[in-house]
């Protein structure tokens, strides 16, 4: 009669057995798997590697067969496809660059007691590219000369990009703050104003002259200019631009009292398609009457 603790002994050796029997089969099936997928794949690539050799021999063949006036209208073809999906492709990228802007717009914040009008970029006249657009209004608008256009800044917030010069039924023209016959006061953080569009500075390409800033209260180069609300239909608090350069002015050692300097635009008015018209909510209610 065998004992007790010799047949427990015997079944363990057994599992054990058996567990180290089915890891070596595992390890040898993998191996010799990765080994036969080598050699098979070696044996068989030049069969496999026929129907793609046969296919492009076939394909140069038959561009062999074409003459030179058939070969030069494929490569018509094939231009005039190329340019039909360029040009598909850069009008998908503009609509999403519309739809990036119609998002923005939308998400701007509206000040109190003001509406927004969502208008589209009609027109540009080449020589005056940043200086004056066309954009479209609805005919029961309200919109009158003198009200503000808006967009978004660099950072998303509100900021200046003109004022309504002229309106149509259902166009209106916008005098942008590159103009120079736009004259619009500013303030800055230390409490000085100026006035865009004046002084004794030149515009460089991209920038605004900004004049009359007082000497004694001098903003510095980097200061954020704002709208002060004193000119009529444009509310106070609109970011403008930011003062690149100033008038570097001793008040003990001159007689001047004022600044100049020169502010790029926060908005960049040149790659616009659609803009804000604010207007306040009396002066729309006055138009409906």
């Not at 030049?46 to 062999?64: G, N």
């Not at 608008?141 to 009200?147: D, L, Q, V």
């Amino acid at each position: 009669m065998s004992e007790p603790g010799k047949i427990s002994d015997r079944r363990v050796f057994f599992a054990a057995s058996v567990v180290l029997a089915l890891i070596l089969a595992f390890a040898g099936y993998r191996a010799l798997r990765r080994s036969a997928g080598l050699l098979l794949g070696d044996f068989f690539y030049p069969y496999l590697a026929l129907t793609r050799i046969a296919t492009d021999q076939v394909a140069r063949q038959s561009l062999l067969l074409l003459s030179r006036t058939e070969l030069a209208a494929k490569t018509e073809s094939l231009i005039q496809e190329n340019r039909r999906l360029e040009a598909e492709n850069r009008q998908l990228q503009t609509l999403a660059a519309e739809n990036r802007e119609l998002r923005e717009l939308a998400l701007l914040p509206s000040a109190p007691r003001w509406r927004y009008h969502t208008a589209q970029v009609l027109l540009r006249d080449p020589l005056f590219w940043r200086e004056k657009f066309t954009i479209s209004i609805a005919p029961d608008s309200g919109i009158r000369p003198g009200a503000v256009v808006i967009a978004p800044g660099n950072d998303g917030t509100p900021s200046l990009v003109g004022i309504i010069s002229r309106t149509g039924k259902r166009n209106a023209e916008v005098e942008t703050i590159f103009s120079g016959n736009l004259r619009l006061s500013v303030a800055f953080p230390g409490g000085g104003n100026g006035f865009l569009n004046a002084g004794e500075r030149q515009a460089t390409p991209g920038t605004v002259p900004v004049g009359y800033i007082p000497v004694n209260r001098m903003a510095a180069p980097g200061d954020t200019a704002v709208t002060t609300g004193f000119a009529a239909g444009i509310p106070s608090g609109l970011k403008v631009g930011r003062l690149t350069t100033l008038d570097e002015v001793d008040p003990n050692f001159s007689s001047s009292e004022h600044v100049s300097g020169l502010l790029t635009p926060d908005v960049d008015l040149d790659n616009l398609h659609f803009v804000l018209v604010a207007m306040p909510e009396s002066a729309e209610e006055g138009g409906e009457k």
